[in-house]
T-cell receptor, first 115, second 115 residues
Framework: AQSVTQPDIHITVSEGASLELRCNYS??????LFWYVQSPGQGLQLLLK??????LVQGIKGFEAEFKRSQSSFNLRKPSVHWSDAAEYFC?????????????FGKGTKLSVIP | NAGVMQNPRHLVRRRGQEARLRCSPM?????VYWYRQLPEEGLKFMVY????????ESGMPKERFSAEFPKEGPSILRIQQVVRGDSAAYFC?????????????FGSGTQLSVL
């Protein structure tokens, strides 16, 4: 069964500092990988996704993530954090292939931003 | 083009009552998915429906929970005789036919509180 681990429950960074959120997955084949952001009281917004091709994926709001098969990781990065980035971030995995419909989520990393 | 609409946003029920959560998919989407987010947890898949058909309910608790997606109207997640452990955020997602996770959009969720 596939699984996702987000080792950091809570991270605090200063505004303007760089950010890296870790995500490790367990899946036998090449997975589909996703990062979502959830602001308080809001639904999930897709930041970026990896299906195939270039292992460095660009997303919205200046975020990027790199798929590293050898490390089973899909870490999310941002060079300079803004106060509005404070939210909870979820990594998710799905089986690849046409018709794949079920996402498996990590428990999330809560990001706090110090002004 | 409205997104995935869920209502109510907040629902308070006493133990033993019934909870009905509604989800209207995005225009043109014929597939609906329900996920549950327990406190301090990531989202967990519950059920996948097409119009008038349950495709996969492997994540649904065996008792008290049911879901439907009728030919007309929204998808409904029904929880009978609610208990405190049902308190959670319930998210609906939708996708066009045949795309699954590749084109998945989430609603803002319904926060269910059981007193």
């Amino acid at each position: 069964a596939q699984s996702v681990t987000q080792p950091d429950i809570h991270i605090t960074v200063s505004e303007g500092a760089s950010l890296e959120l870790r995500c490790n997955y367990s899946y036998g084949a090449t997975p589909y990988l996703f990062w979502y952001v959830q602001s308080p009281g809001q639904g999930l917004q897709l930041l970026l996704k990896y299906f195939s091709g270039d292992t460095l994926v660009q997303g919205i709001k200046g975020f990027e993530a790199e798929f590293k098969r050898s490390q089973s990781s899909f870490n999310l990065r941002k060079p300079s954090v803004h106060w509005s980035d404070a939210a909870e971030y979820f990594c998710a995995v799905a089986s690849s292939g046409a018709g794949s419909y079920q996402l498996t989520f990590g428990k999330g990393t809560k990001l706090s931003v110090i002004p | 083009n409205a997104g995935v609409m869920q209502n109510p946003r907040h629902l308070v029920r006493r133990r033993g009552q019934e909870a009905r959560l509604r989800c209207s998919p995005m225009k043109g989407h014929s597939h609906v998915y329900w996920y549950r987010q327990l406190p301090e947890e990531g989202l967990k898949f519950m059920v996948y429906l097409q119009k008038e058909n349950i495709i996969d309910e492997s994540g649904m608790p065996k008792e008290r929970f049911s879901a439907e997606f009728p030919k007309e109207g929204p998808s409904i997640l029904r929880i009978q005789q609610v208990v405190r452990g049902d308190s959670a955020a319930y998210f609906c997602a939708s996708s066009p036919r045949g795309t699954g996770v590749e084109k998945l959009f989430f609603g803002s969720g319904t926060q269910l509180s059981v007193l």
